[in-house]
């Protein structure tokens, strides 16, 4: 296991460890920034591009110290691992995991000071200026910053990197005798459960307000300016895309089948731009209804506020079954 972990810390050093991931109108095929132990690679000259209009510092390798001593502490790690392997000694072992454990989190810690410099420390000067914006890209996760949706997320070096740290766990468990207190039949079970929970519960589902005014369509590209029709949907990934009218949520999806999605919401037709989960929402379709876009699809929290504008408008009820394949 000692010896796996040496091959993917090696290994690592010559593939990309992170990837922040740019997306926008004007560049439909996105734009990508590849973080690897030693160099910045990627679409760096049109990023810098952009980054000089909006005032950021533009990247380059020189800037970092990061890139010139992180190839050494890898592979420092590696050899350590090779020697615990070689002298089989618990305690190297368990030196060698805590030291691994405290190199991730000063790296995250690192990682996070790197991100809000460049996005906040802003030349006064640059041609454009938004009061009050800063430009920090996320740690791990989706954000929106003007009109550029940026995906933050481990490339194959670091997967390597999380993985040669599970390993490590797993041997720390297996030398300490933990399992020995459980079920050997179901605490592989668990420890797998709980490591996936622990480490997918960072992509975020959460609900993110909808800016009206401000934020456009994801889909017919229109300004969102009612707070009744919208609609937003969450990717797998943790990417927000927000609609002006429920069925532009609907034909994104289908355009988009591709995009696993893990979260719908919609707006309450009763309240003033406040989002609720679709599958739980009641829906009423037709009549007199007049969406942005015509889509004719309203949603309620309630089922008797449902039933009364149902009446108002001559609409009648419709499931979230029926919306979401119309």
Known sequence: MLLVVMALLVSSVFVPMWRIELSAPQYPEGLVLLLHADKIAGDVDIINGLNHYIGMKTLHKED???????????????????AVAVIAMKKGLYALFISFILFGILAGVDFYRWNYEYGHNLDPNAAIQVPGMSYQPPLLGYK????????????????????????????????????????????????????????????????????????????????????????????????????????????????????????????????????????TAFFLSEGTIQSPMRGGIIAFSSENEAKEFGIKLKAKPVTWGAVITK
Not at 64 to 82: D, K, Q, R, S, W
Not at 226 to 245: H, L, M, P, Q, T
């Open 144 to 279: 929106q910053l003007l009109n550029f949706g940026a995906y933050s997320i481990p490339d194959t070096g670091g997967w390597m990197l999380i993985a040669a740290g599970l390993l490590l766990f797993i041997a720390v468990i297996k030398e300490t005798n933990l399992l020995n207190r459980f079920k050997k039949s179901n605490t592989t079970a668990v420890l797998l459960v709980f490591l996936t929970f622990s480490f997918f519960s960072c992509a975020k589902t959460e609900v993110v307000p909808i800016k009206l005014n401000v934020d456009t369509c994801d889909f017919c590209k229109m300004t969102i300016a009612d707070g009744k029709y919208a609609a937003e949907v969450i990717s797998e990934k943790g990417r927000v895309f927000k609609f002006d009218d429920i069925m532009c949520m609907i034909h994104y999806g289908k355009e988009n089948a591709n995009t696993k999605m893990a979260a719908h919401y919609v707006n309450d037709y009763t309240q003033d731009n406040v989002l609720i989960p679709a599958k």
């Open 64 to 82: 970092f110290i990061e890139f010139t001593v992180l190839p050494y502490i890898i592979v420092f790690f590696a050899l350590c691992a090779l």
